[in-house]
């Protein structure tokens, strides 16, 4: 079985792979412990339970589900108490936005500088986050070439993860 956070193509591959999944969320909720001492900030309550759903599985979550399992848990039913937290820890670059299915995901490399692909399997869900350096390089270049700065940049792809792939879907 394989374990999280150990080179960048491994932890990329175990979004569609059988794997120890209570160490990886385990192994990023201490790394964003660590983040939040270190820069001061608080990883509240709801901000930790909401980074914890997102741990659960390797997928993408919308606010709306996020907030069902947070009022659920008595954190509060209304909208702003998920975007908020959300978009706490996606401003901490502990979570990532989906935009193309607007939602959210736990970053797999919290606290590091790094430039991700996101890998969303159209048949289970999953999704994987894969370093994607060459990628932004390229835009960079071309960009450069026009005048224009990137600030954000989000790439993502749409297909099929290996087990799908497999089965036909």
Excluded: W
Aim: net charge neutral; hydrophobic share 50%.
């Amino acid at each position: 079985m394989m374990k999280c956070m150990s080179d960048d193509v491994e932890t990329a591959a175990l979004a569609f792979a059988r794997h120890d999944h209570g160490d990886c969320a385990g192994g990023i909720l201490a790394r964003a412990d660590a983040l939040a001492e270190k820069r001061g900030i608080r990883l509240t309550p709801v901000r930790r339970r909401a980074l914890e759903i997102l741990l659960e599985a390797h997928r993408a979550m919308g606010a709306y589900e996020v907030l069902e399992r947070l009022a659920a848990e008595g954190f509060g039913n209304k909208p702003p108490v998920a975007y908020r937290a959300l978009e706490f820890l996606v401003e901490q670059g502990l979570a990532h936005r989906i935009r193309r299915l607007n939602a959210f995901a736990a970053c797999m490399h919290p606290g590091e500088a790094h430039a991700p692909a996101f890998f969303i399997c159209r048949a289970c869900g999953a999704v994987a986050e894969a370093p994607a350096e060459a990628v932004r390089a390229a835009m960079e270049a071309a960009a450069g070439a026009i005048g224009f700065a990137i600030e954000r940049m989000n790439a993502e792809a749409l297909g099929l993860c290996p087990a799908c792939a497999g089965a036909g879907k």
